[in-house]
T-cell receptor, first 108, second 116 residues
Framework: KNEVEQSPQNLTAQEGEFITINCSYS?????LHWLQQHPGGGIVSLFM???GKKKHGRLIATINIQEKHSSLHITASHPRDSAVYIC??????????FGTGTSLTVIP | DTGVSQNPRHKITKRGQNVTFRCDPI?????LYWYRQTLGQGPEFLTY????????KSRLLSDRFSAERPKGSFSTLEIQRTEQGDSAMYLC??????????????FGPGTRLTVL
């Protein structure tokens, strides 16, 4: 069993739709990261959070420490949001675990 | 450009050869991380440094892999006697500040290794 599980694995949405990507983890963490990876392979860090909620533009990330669960929301989705979104955790044991990613395609 | 840089961007080698990759982190960052990503998978943690000290190594890092950060700035990752299973994207990231593992990591563009 992976330490970090994401769902769904693949997601196709129409432009303008509200999108939710889920992440569950099984280890104790010091922080959870949401990353965005574009087809060329470059990775960009979107959020790092250890509690509560963060918002940046149309992106919102939430985390529930008790339930070991985080969600990434995209409001008013746009084709340029098409990418792979990866959930990663920094464990309290100083290890880093990654989910396998959610491939998002937003259709105009 | 003051981001994380990696060289080379692509490397093709024959099985059994040694390869070395370089990562230059953001200059004021004291933490540097190496990850490996195979096609269709999320990244896997390999190792990280705080300044010149290698603090953590994944069990994935076999004895054919060695990483150094001699002066606490750039880092090298060497793979000896490469195998076809080593073919992957090797990613470097850096972070700074007092938050340690909770700091935001900034990723380099990666080095894609193909072992023939």
């Amino acid at each position: 069993k992976n330490e970090v599980e994401q769902s769904p694995q693949n997601l196709t949405a129409q432009e303008g739709e509200f999108i939710t990507i889920n992440c569950s983890y099984s280890v104790g963490i010091s922080a959870l990261h949401w990353l965005q990876q574009h087809p060329g392979g470059g990775i960009v860090s979107l959020f790092m959070l250890s509690s509560g909620k963060k918002k940046h533009g149309r992106l919102i990330a939430t985390i529930n420490i008790q339930e070991k669960h985080s969600s990434l929301h995209i409001t008013a989705s746009h084709p340029r949001d098409s990418a792979v979104y990866i959930c990663a955790v920094s464990s309290t044991g100083n290890q880093f675990y990654f989910g396998t990613g959610t491939s998002l395609t937003v259709i105009p | 450009d003051t981001g994380v840089s990696q060289n080379p961007r692509h490397k093709i080698t024959k099985r059994g050869q040694n390869v070395t990759f370089r990562c230059d982190p953001i200059s004021e960052h004291n933490r540097l991380y190496w990850y490996r990503q195979t096609l269709g998978q999320g990244p896997e943690f390999l190792t990280y440094f705080q300044n010149e000290a290698q603090l953590e190594k994944s069990r994935l890092l076999s004895d054919r892999f060695s990483a150094e950060r001699p002066k606490g700035s750039f880092s090298t990752l060497e793979i000896q006697r490469t195998e076809q299973g080593d073919s992957a994207m090797y990613l470097c990231a850096s972070s700074g500040g007092a938050g340690g593992s909770t700091d935001t990591q900034y990723f380099g563009p990666g080095t894609r290794l193909t072992v023939l």
